[in-house]
């Protein structure tokens, strides 16, 4: 199965700042890269994704980046809001056959101070 | 409002019990998700259902049973439990394309919260 590895754990930053999350997956077959945002008491949503034949995507203060041969991909926020601070997952898949074998990374507690 | 329900918001259980986890989803996904969520912790797959077939059981306990009555419902059957069985349940949809490798977003519910006594 794929395995992700997320990094940091927690990332403390002023608001204005930009973050920056890095997933590392190990399934060179994996072809579909989300993050999904979970706030405290709520459940996880989608905020970017990412195909493997796309190096970026943009959308307003967030981009994600994939690096296929590295393996790895990132979560960028710019002009990081207090409403940015949340919990965020990066999703590994494990490609080929092994469809909706979704793997959630260990998570990145965002804090945005005001 | 979320697109994809699950009833009820909360459970308590005693060791004995049985009882079952009702999602519902009308968008017309194909693909459907049980998840189990500790608090400080990610989510992690425990079943996936393609087309109203399981295809993915991730080495989950027989205590747990999966059913999907039809392509809009998905149930979890809960029997016996342990208090370390405690935990968040999520339910999420995405719409499928069994037999590819296309992953989509996955939408979620907002839980049911189980506490095993």
């Given at each position: 199965g794929e395995n992700v590895e997320q990094h940091p754990s927690t990332?403390?930053?002023?608001?204005?700042?930009?973050?920056?999350?890095?997933?590392?997956?190990?399934?060179?077959?994996?072809?579909?890269?989300?993050?999904?945002?979970q706030e405290l008491g709520k459940?996880?949503?989608?905020?970017?994704?990412?195909?493997?034949?796309?190096?970026?995507?943009?959308?307003?203060?967030i981009a994600v980046t994939l690096n296929k041969t590295a393996?790895?991909?990132?979560?960028?926020?710019?002009?990081?809001?207090?409403?940015?601070?949340?919990?965020?997952?990066?999703?590994?898949?494990?490609?080929?056959?092994?469809?909706?074998?979704?793997?959630?990374?260990?998570?990145?507690?965002?804090?945005?101070?005001? | 409002d979320t697109e994809v329900t699950q009833t009820p918001k909360h459970l308590v259980m005693g060791m004995t019990n049985k009882k079952s986890l009702k999602c519902e989803q009308h968008m017309g996904h194909r693909a459907m998700y049980?998840?189990?969520?500790?608090?400080?912790?990610?989510?992690?797959?425990?079943?996936?259902?393609?087309?109203?077939?399981?295809?993915?059981?991730?080495?989950?306990?027989?205590r747990f049973s999966p059913e999907c009555p039809n392509s809009?419902?998905?149930n979890l059957h809960l029997h016996a439990l342990q208090p370390e069985d405690s935990a968040l349940y999520l339910c999420a949809s995405s719409q499928g394309a069994g037999g590819s490798s296309y992953n989509s977003p996955l939408h979620f519910g907002n839980g049911t919260r189980l506490t095993v006594t």
């Amino acid at each position: 199965g794929e395995n992700v590895e997320q990094h940091p754990s927690t990332l403390s930053v002023q608001e204005g700042d930009s973050a920056v999350i890095k997933c590392t997956y190990s399934d060179s077959a994996s072809n579909y890269f989300p993050w999904y945002k979970q706030e405290l008491g709520k459940r996880p949503q989608l905020i970017i994704d990412i195909r493997s034949n796309v190096g970026e995507k943009k959308d307003q203060r967030i981009a994600v980046t994939l690096n296929k041969t590295a393996k790895h991909f990132s979560l960028h926020i710019t002009e990081t809001q207090p409403e940015d601070s949340a919990v965020y997952f990066c999703v590994g898949n494990a490609g080929g056959t092994s469809y909706g074998k979704l793997t959630f990374g260990q998570g990145t507690i965002l804090t945005v101070h005001p | 409002d979320t697109e994809v329900t699950q009833t009820p918001k909360h459970l308590v259980m005693g060791m004995t019990n049985k009882k079952s986890l009702k999602c519902e989803q009308h968008m017309g996904h194909r693909a459907m998700y049980w998840y189990k969520q500790k608090a400080k912790k990610p989510p992690e797959l425990m079943f996936v259902y393609s087309y109203e077939k399981l295809s993915i059981n991730e080495s989950v306990p027989s205590r747990f049973s999966p059913e999907c009555p039809n392509s809009s419902l998905l149930n979890l059957h809960l029997h016996a439990l342990q208090p370390e069985d405690s935990a968040l349940y999520l339910c999420a949809s995405s719409q499928g394309a069994g037999g590819s490798s296309y992953n989509s977003p996955l939408h979620f519910g907002n839980g049911t919260r189980l506490t095993v006594t």
